[in-house]
């Protein structure tokens, strides 16, 4: 799996943001029309899935760091309705059934191949009408080509210690519907995740199961 110690390390000095994040509230706020069984890809501190746990949704929220899940079963054991797994999100098993797939910042953490299995999966593991709700770092963003270029992974560097891989926009909505999505929302543009002072340039999707 990319970059696990990275992040275990990374999440075990428990200082990450813990507020939700803007995308978070946005999916809450715009994405109703549907039943309230979700999951996450690469959940990190859980700081959106205990959000959206207490906004009522039924969460299932996966990360591949071990010690970091380990403590949010304990952390966050009275939240109701939220379960955590120990999980590489690019290859779960099949015959599930979601309302709402949710990636922040994760498809730009994994390689084209395993990004096109990830479609795939959440695609067959949707329900009708499911939606699956993304926020990536796209070619627009500012510290795209940053860094060392990996080899045979086109638009992937390793930038401050770690894999980041640049999503191209209107080849991902395109890649997006190749699999059976429409489109219900997509943009690129900043004021999405300001962070630290900064106010860099995202990919954000809704796409829609049909
Ligand atoms: C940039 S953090 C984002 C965390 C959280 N979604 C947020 O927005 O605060 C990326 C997270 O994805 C996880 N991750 C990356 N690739 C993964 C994979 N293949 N399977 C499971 N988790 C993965 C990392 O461990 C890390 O916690």
């Known amino acids: 799996m990319t970059d696990r110690n990275y992040w275990e390390t990374f999440y075990a000095k428990q200082n990450a943001e813990l507020k939700p994040s803007l995308f978070a509230r946005f999916v809450a706020e715009n994405v109703k029309s549907i039943g309230k069984k979700l999951i996450e890809f690469g959940c990190g501190n859980a700081r959106d899935a205990v959000f959206f746990a207490n906004e009522n949704y039924n969460v299932l929220a996966i990360d ?12 966050y054991q009275k939240v109701k309705n939220l379960n955590f797994l120990v999980a590489d999100f690019t290859c779960l098993s099949e015959n599930q059934q979601f309302d709402i797939a949710y990636s922040r910042f994760t498809l730009h953490s994994i390689t084209a191949k395993q990004e096109a299995d990830v479609l795939a999966w959440t695609y067959k593991n949707l329900n009708a009408n499911g939606r699956f709700c993304i926020e990536v770092r796209g070619q627009k963003n500012e510290i795209y080509q940053k860094g060392d270029a990996v080899v045979g992974e086109p638009d992937a560097f390793i930038f401050n210690n770690h894999y980041r891989r640049f999503l191209n926009f209107d080849r991902f909505c395109e890649d997006l519907k190749r699999v059976g999505f429409q489109i219900e929302y997509a943009a690129e543009e900043k004021d999405f995740a300001p962070f630290n002072g900064e106010n860099e340039t995202f990919i954000r999707v809704i796409a829609v199961k049909k």
Do not use: M, P
């Not at 591949?64 to 952390?75: A, G, H, P, W």
């Open 64 to 75: 591949q760091c071990e010690n970091e899940i380990k403590f949010l079963v304990t952390r």
